[in-house]
Nanobody
Framework: QVQLVESGGGSVQSGGSLRLSCAASEYTCNRCSMAWFRQAPGKEREGVGA???????KYADSVLGRFTVTQGNANNTLYLQMNRLKPEDTAMYFCAASSGRLSWWSRLFSGYYTYWGQGTQVTVSS
């Protein structure tokens, strides 16, 4: 059974940095995508950054230039480096993995992902 476990969340002041990690177990998919999503209270879940099997990474406009998605060598670990954090980045952050190949345009839509972690909270204070 595929499991995704996120870690690295916490509280930080505006302008600070955090690095999230996602460890995937029992997950082998050579042509799939992995992604980070976030959900703030009262808001819909939104895609933050996603990496496809082609290595291309798609970012949400709101985090472009501040957040970086990377993958471990075995492609079963996903990272999210978050710099210059803002209060509006406060949310629960989720790791997700697909069960098939995703097109570039679909990578930040949650409905295309099959597996999800439990999330890790990120709180940015002003």
């Amino acid at each position: 059974q595929v499991q995704l476990v996120e870690s690295g969340g916490g509280s930080v002041q505006s302008g600070g940095s955090l690095r999230l990690s996602c460890a995937a177990s029992e997950y082998t998919c050579n042509r799939c995508s992995m992604a980070w999503f976030r959900q703030a209270p009262g808001k819909e879940r939104e895609g933050v950054g996603a990496i496809g099997s082609d290595g291309d990474i798609k970012y949400a406009d709101s985090v472009l230039g501040r957040f970086t998605v990377t993958q471990g060598n075995a492609n079963n670990t996903l990272y999210l480096q978050m710099n210059r954090l803002k209060p509006e980045d406060t949310a629960m952050y989720f790791c997700a993995a697909s069960s098939g190949r995703l097109s570039w345009w679909s990578r930040l839509f949650s409905g295309y992902y099959t597996y999800w972690g439990q999330g890790t909270q990120v709180t940015v204070s002003s």
